[in-house]
């Protein structure tokens, strides 16, 4: 498939032909699903962390005498039914992550792209460089009106354009080993660099 090629200034560049294999499959939620929640469950840090009955603070002489008293049978203040007493089955520090294939990892990053380019919001840029200053960067990206764009490039993203887009909330900006599927479906506007097809093209072969 044919995909205009732009460039910053929002000028014509040509044209570039893209891997169906990549962008033209038909997207599917339930792949889409199971890549971003096995990222987001990888992400989570897993540090939450409850007293348990051994770990609370109070005595563990029994707290009143078994029978005469006229109320329940009771051990000592750190019996989870009191307040300030340990928590029964609480949460431990635990990872929250599992495990997920390659291929099929590779199979949901051609299915974002691809459900990207079926939306209409993929832009090809015929390179991403410029001299570094937020301010020009900020004025294409409004001329060119993207809006939370994620910039895809080749194997190393220039300096300059890393620089200037370092301050800006509503520009991200990755090499293509860095491209991911959450990142990808969260962007209202992706944008991916001609070398950046190329090295996409080359990693989910």
């Given at each position: 498939?044919?995909?205009?090629?732009?460039?910053?200034?929002?000028?014509?560049?040509?044209?570039?032909?893209?891997?169906?294999?990549?962008?033209?499959?038909?997207?599917?939620?339930?792949?889409?699903?199971?890549?971003?929640?096995?990222?987001?469950?990888?992400?989570?840090?897993?540090?939450?962390?409850?007293?348990?009955?051994?770990?609370?603070?109070?005595?563990?002489?029994?707290?009143?005498?078994?029978?005469g008293t006229g109320g329940?049978?009771?051990?000592?203040?750190?019996?989870?039914?009191?307040?300030?007493?340990?928590?029964?089955?609480?949460?431990?520090?635990?990872?929250?992550?599992?495990?997920l294939t390659k291929k099929?990892?590779?199979?949901?990053?051609?299915?974002?792209?691809?459900?990207?380019?079926?939306?209409?919001?993929?832009?090809?840029?015929?390179?991403?460089?410029?001299?570094?200053?937020?301010?020009?960067?900020?004025?294409?990206?409004?001329?060119?009106?993207?809006?939370?764009?994620?910039?895809?490039?080749?194997?190393?993203?220039?300096?300059?354009?890393?620089?200037?887009?370092?301050?800006?909330?509503?520009?991200?900006?990755?090499?293509?080993?860095?491209?991911?599927?959450?990142?990808?479906?969260?962007?209202?506007?992706?944008?991916?660099?001609?070398?950046?097809?190329?090295?996409?093209?080359?990693?989910?072969?």
């Open positions: 498939m044919k995909a205009d090629v732009i460039k910053l200034d929002g000028g014509t560049a040509g044209s570039v032909e893209l891997d169906e294999a990549l962008f033209g499959l038909e997207p599917r939620t339930d792949i889409l699903h199971r890549v971003v929640r096995w990222q987001r469950n990888n992400a989570q840090q897993g540090t939450h962390k409850v007293k348990t009955r051994k770990e609370t603070s109070y005595s563990t002489k029994k707290i009143y005498r078994q029978k329940a049978r009771h051990g000592d203040r750190n019996a989870p039914i009191f307040r300030k007493g340990g928590v029964y089955k609480g949460p431990v520090p635990r990872s929250h992550g599992h495990e099929f990892r590779k199979l949901g990053l051609r299915h974002a792209l691809s459900a990207k380019a079926k939306a209409g919001e993929l832009v090809i840029l015929e390179n991403a460089e410029t001299e570094g200053k937020t301010s020009a960067l900020a004025k294409q990206v409004k001329d060119l009106g993207w809006k939370r764009a994620l910039v895809i490039d080749g194997a190393e993203v220039n300096d300059g354009f890393a620089r200037a887009a370092r301050n800006l909330e509503t520009v991200d900006v990755l090499p293509s080993m860095g491209a991911n599927v959450y990142d990808i479906l969260k962007s209202d506007t992706l944008v991916i660099t001609k070398a950046g097809v190329e090295a996409l093209e080359a990693r989910l072969k």
